[in-house]
């Protein structure tokens, strides 16, 4: 079966520094990858999907990802973070569907003004 | 309001009572999931629905965990007999299809005293 590991549980970070998120999955085949954001008391949002083509994905909010094979990583990046973009956020991997989907635990990102 | 809903917000309930949380997706999805996340982790499939029909209960931890979609819109997840270890958030998520993108509603979040 398919898992991710997402290695920081927690990231703090200045308003306008760059991000990156990071996202491990283990399985056999090519992957379905997903960043969810999840803020307080607030339902899980997709910010981005990879599902094939291009590896470089681009996300709502200024997010991108890129899909790298040989190192299983599915890395969350933002160029200038904004104060709202604190939240927690999910590395998730499916198998081929949609409905098997498995999560990181998370990362939760703190911005400092 | 488009997106899905999920009722009640809070469920507190002592331990070996019955519980109900129901889910009202986004109209017009024929894909349903349930997901359970515990503090400090991502979400855990419990189970999907394509229409009327369980197309995979794999995730359900025990058999005093039962959903029902009997018109394929409109979910409850019922639980029996529940066990402190059973306080979670409940997540619900809708999607067109099985491939589609998932939209997740806020959540019920159980205590089980």
């Known amino acids: 079966a398919q898992s991710v590991t997402q290695p920081d549980i927690h990231i703090t970070v200045s308003e306008g520094a760059s991000l990156e998120l990071r996202c491990n999955y283990s399985?056999?085949?090519?992957?379905?990858l997903f960043w969810y954001v999840q803020s307080p008391g607030q339902g899980l949002q997709l910010l981005l999907k990879?599902?094939?083509?291009?590896?470089l994905v681009q996300g709502i909010k200024g997010f991108e990802a890129e899909f790298k094979r040989s190192q299983s990583s599915f890395n969350l990046r933002k160029p200038s973070v904004h104060w709202s973009d604190a939240a927690e956020y999910f590395c998730?991997?499916?198998?081929?569907?949609?409905?098997?989907?498995?999560f990181g635990a998370g990362t939760r990102l703190t911005v400092k003004p | 309001g488009a997106g899905v809903s999920q009722t009640p917000s809070n469920k507190v309930t002592e331990k070996g009572k019955y519980v109900e949380l129901r889910c009202d997706p986004i109209?017009?999805?024929?894909?349903l999931y349930w997901y359970r996340q515990s503090l400090g982790q991502g979400p855990e499939f419990l189970i999907y629905?394509?229409?009327?029909?369980?197309?995979?209960d794999s995730g359900l931890p025990n058999d005093r965990f039962f959903a029902v979609r009997p018109e394929g819109s409109v979910s409850t997840l019922k639980i029996q007999r529940t066990e402190r270890g059973d306080s979670a958030v409940y997540l619900c998520?809708?999607?067109?299809?099985?491939?589609?993108?998932?939209?997740f509603g806020p959540g019920t979040r159980l205590t089980v005293l």
């Open positions: 998520a809708s999607s067109w299809g099985q491939t589609d993108t998932q939209y």
């Open positions: 399985y056999g085949a090519t992957p379905y």
């Open positions: 990879y599902f094939s083509g291009d590896t």
């Open positions: 998730a991997v499916g198998a081929g569907n949609n409905n098997d989907m498995r």
């Open positions: 109209s017009g999805h024929t894909a």
């Open positions: 629905f394509q229409g009327t029909g369980a197309a995979d």
